[in-house]
Every structure is written in structure tokens, then in C-alpha cells.
């Protein structure tokens, strides 16, 4: 429900529905990579102007949106900006309210070793570790669902030295993905996504076989 995500931020930050309104978070898992992007550049190579994960995820979100033409849909992607060049929404206090993932913060750890460091959270997906991302909202304003009962992320990283790891990997060392890895893992990237993941956006287009 958008309460529970609203009733954790500031106003700035609160989406602009009532309480009750339904809402989904949307993951998307590593076959990700196969199942959908490879499949959407091949098809649509001619119109891939801008990031292709984004228009692949922005055209995924549509066709879903189809599936209910009877009801309105908003559509909220994670790498939509309002014009104050804030997000549209915080994904991982999404995705954390809604029990997709748990959103692991410093307030989390007891004891904090970091001091005046400034330390960014990270969510943690209970089968897929950190081998996942968090693609967007949907919301139907016209359901409300009152009786929806909150299901708890899963705290899957629940020891505190297991925390204060996991946020010093992320914080410090994030390029070499070890924090993805803070648990055991059903799944994770193929060596192509991560080298697709790992190249600057720029010179992504190469290596899809696209020319910019």
C-alpha cells in the first residue's frame, strides 16, 4: 500500500495518492539479461536511442499496462526524475515495505564503526543477494485495498558483522560486486552481464552489436 511507504519518509518525498492505493514493486531477477534485454535489442535495434535496459524496462512496463485496459495505471520507473532532480521514488524503501527485499541501513548496525562517514544502504534479495535491481511502480489509483496485510522483507543479512560488511563493500569497494555475494545466492549474473554492467554507458552500445 502507498501508506506504508509514505508513512516512513518525509513529505517531499510521499507519493500523491491515497493511503490505500495499490501498488507493485517491480524487480527484475538476472535471467533478466536473456530473457528480456537480448530479446528487445534484436527486435527493436533501430529505435534504441538512449540507455537500452531503460527503453527495454520502459517497454515491458507498457505491455503490462495493456494487460488492464479497463484500469488507469501509473507507471513509475527508477530512473525517472522529477524536475527537481529528485526520483519520482525511492526504490529500496519500495521495495523494503513491500517485503520484496530488505533495505539495509546503518541505523541497522549497533555498533557503527564509520563515524563521520557518509554510508549509502543497499537492498538484499533473500535468493538473489544483491544479483538483482528494482525497475519501477506500478500503481492503480482507482484500488484501494484497506485490508492488505504488510509482509516483512526478509532479514537475511542479520548478523551485525554480516551488516557492517555488506555496508563497507557496498560503500567502499562496490565496483568488485563482492557485496552481492554477503549471502549464498540461487542465482547471479552471467559473465556477459557483468561486463556488459561493468562498461561505462557509453560504450554499452558496442557491446550489444548496436552503433550509437
Known sequence: KVGWYNAILQPAFRLPYPEDTLAFVVLSTPSMFDKALKPFVN????????????????????RVKEKFPDQKVDIMLDYE?????????LAQTAAHVAGAAYYYQRKDVKLDPWGKKKIYGVCIHPKYGGWFAIRGLLLFPDIQVPFLEQSAPVDCVS??????????????????????????????????????????????????????
Request: aromatic share 12%; proline share 6%; net charge positive.
Open 43 to 62: 527486435k527493436e535495434q533501430l529505435k534504441i536511442i538512449r540507455d537500452p535496459v531503460d527503453q527495454c524496462v520502459s517497454h515491458h512496463f507498457s
Open 81 to 89: 526524475i522529477l524536475p527537481s532532480r529528485k526520483p519520482k521514488f
Open 159 to 212: 548478523t551485525e558483522e554480516k551488516r557492517i560488511e555488506l555496508l563497507e563493500q557496498f560503500n567502499f569497494h562496490w565496483q568488485d560486486g563482492r557485496y552481492r555475494d554477503i549471502i549464498e545466492v540461487k542465482e547471479r549474473y552471467s559473465e556477459e552481464q557483468k561486463a556488459y554492467f561493468a562498461t561505462p554507458p557509453a560504450e554499452r552500445f558496442r557491446l550489444l552489436g548496436l552503433t550509437q
